[in-house]
């Protein structure tokens, strides 16, 4: 199949890719999404607009993604299976690709209970595999869950998300190989702070030949402050934040930059590993940090293809 998104073009291409992730606002302000799209426009290849991310209501992926494209930024449009059934699913994929989105990461998403909607029903009708088996059914085939033909071409770039510090770690492997098996066509890792389990993870990876079959990206997130740092090593599950990278955050004079230096400085550690096509910078809420950050790990100027 012809390359058709940006980002695919790039990781077809054999470039090392650059994603970010741009949340959308808790609200109806079109400005958002677009002072989010002027600051990355430059520094990635692709940006993803997240879905109700921890089951928080803000505005669709979709019209972020619209929004994004709009200023010439090539989204990439998360799905989370927590909240919509299969024919809604199947229906926004077929208005995302009418509206030129073609990237599309697959994704359960986070249970309602941590959300602001606690008591709402999750539905979770088919699981993150499932969806990608469904869009790549619906790409090759033209095909809908159902059987039914779809009209049109379906071009998409599937996406799916992996954790390599969840437990058990021997496992994350094995989960991976489901995904890449069911379609995945590139893969977005969980943050990466201790960077020699990541390292042992995409060993293991290579190993099976899975970097061949699919384009991994590893996850970065940029540490605004010690407090963050704390939070996450004690309370995000699968995120594994070394003491020495909450120390040092301590100790820093100035958080923010010490924590774009982590950013940094990880990013460089981790175009070395065999098998990584790309880091996926996840600055929530301090997507102004990226452009700065993609600059000095020497990533810029992103190719135009």
């Known amino acids: 199949m012809k390359a058709g998104t940006n980002l695919e073009k790039v990781l077809v291409s054999g470039m090392f890719a650059v994603t970010a992730e741009a949340g959308p606002p808790k609200g109806t302000s079109a400005a958002v999404m677009q002072r989010k799209a002027e600051l990355l426009r430059h520094c990635c290849d692709a940006t993803n607009v997240t879905d109700n991310q921890t089951a928080i209501v803000r505005m669709s992926s979709l019209a972020g993604c619209v929004l994004l494209k709009q200023q010439g930024v090539d989204p990439v449009m998360q799905i989370v299976c927590r909240d919509r059934n299969r024919i809604a699913i199947q229906s926004d994929v077929l208005g995302a690709i009418a509206l030129g989105i073609g990237n599309i990461l697959c994704l359960s998403g986070d ?32 095909k809908f869950i159902c059987g039914d033909d779809i009209s049109g071409e379906v071009p998409l770039f599937i996406g799916a998300a992996a ?18 098996k069911a379609g995945a066509d590139f893969i977005q890792t969980q943050a990466v702070y201790d960077v020699a389990k990541f390292a042992k993870w995409m060993e293991m990876v290579t190993d099976q030949g899975l970097d ?41 004079k100035d958080a923010k930059e010490e924590g774009a230096g982590v950013a940094i400085e990880l990013i460089e550690q981790l175009k070395e590993i065999p098998g990584i096509h790309g880091v996926h910078i996840m600055a929530v809420g301090w997507e102004d940090i990226v452009p700065e950050i993609v600059k000095q790990a020497g990533l810029l100027p992103r190719p135009v293809l």
């Open 111 to 142: 249970h309602q209970m941590f959300g602001n909607h606690p008591t709402a029903k999750n539905v979770f009708d088919i699981d993150s595999i499932q969806l990608i088996q469904a869009l790549k059914a619906m790409r090759d085939e033209k």
């Open 163 to 180: 954790n390599p510090y969840a437990d058990p770690f021997e496992f994350r492997v094995t989960r991976l190989a489901k995904k890449v």
């Open 212 to 252: 061949k079959q699919t384009h991994i990206l590893a996850g970065v997130i940029p540490i605004r402050s010690a407090g963050m740092a704390r939070y996450m090593r004690d309370y995000v599950s699968g995120v594994s934040v070394p003491d020495e990278v909450v120390t040092r955050m301590e100790q820093a």
